[in-house]
């Protein structure tokens, strides 16, 4: 499937009410928001890494959700393609007023995206607070992670 195909797909199924003007439309606005206006017609093959992550964002938030779910949405990218991604879901989060949940080992993702962060080990909350608290924590597990 193309680029265009892609996110077509979720508005055919979730917002029929939609003319094909409407979702042309709309792809295009949201291609441009994630900075790949000119991808309508390319294949995942043809696509960096960090392509295919801006793609799978515009295909979600093509359809308006009030939530948005990132699962370690900066694993396998480079640095640079790392805060770009995290500086997008922070743009996207203001322009479409969402609420986001991000899974990530990531901490500099952390850093630039979370207004509130939890703590995991050994499959139980560890520490659940600000940016802050944790980057000030004595804590010898937490300081590991936040160095």
């Given at each position: 499937?193309?680029?265009?195909?892609?996110?077509?797909?979720?508005?055919?199924?979730?917002?029929?009410?939609?003319?094909?003007?409407?979702?042309?439309?709309?792809?295009?606005?949201?291609?441009?928001?994630?900075?790949?206006?000119?991808?309508?017609?390319?294949?995942?093959s043809q696509l960096s890494g960090g392509?295919?992550?801006?793609?799978?964002?515009?295909?979600?938030?093509?359809?308006?959700?009030?939530?948005?779910?990132?699962?370690?949405?900066?694993?396998?990218?480079?640095?640079?393609?790392?805060?770009?991604?995290?500086?997008?879901?922070?743009?996207?989060?203001?322009?479409?007023?969402?609420?986001?949940?991000?899974?990530?080992?990531?901490?500099?993702?952390?850093?630039?995206?979370?207004?509130?962060?939890?703590?995991?080990?050994?499959?139980?909350?560890?520490?659940?607070?600000?940016?802050?608290?944790?980057?000030?924590?004595?804590?010898?597990?937490?300081?590991?992670?936040?160095?």
């Amino acid at each position: 499937m193309t680029v265009k195909q892609n996110l077509e797909f979720p508005l055919r199924r979730n917002k029929k009410d939609l003319t094909s003007k409407e979702i042309d439309n709309k792809i295009l606005e949201v291609l441009e928001n994630v900075g790949l206006k000119d991808t309508l017609n390319k294949m995942p093959s043809q696509l960096s890494g960090g392509m295919r992550k801006r793609v799978s964002l515009a295909r979600t938030i093509v359809v308006d959700p009030l939530i948005m779910l990132y699962d370690e949405p900066t694993t396998g990218l480079d640095p640079v393609t790392s805060d770009e991604i995290s500086s997008l879901i922070n743009d996207v989060q203001k322009k479409y007023k969402t609420s986001s949940m991000i899974i990530t080992h990531d901490i500099e993702c952390a850093r630039a995206t979370a207004n509130r962060i939890i703590m995991l080990h050994e499959g139980e909350i560890y520490k659940e607070g600000t940016l802050e608290s944790f980057e000030k924590s004595t804590d010898i597990l937490i300081k590991s992670f936040f160095k």
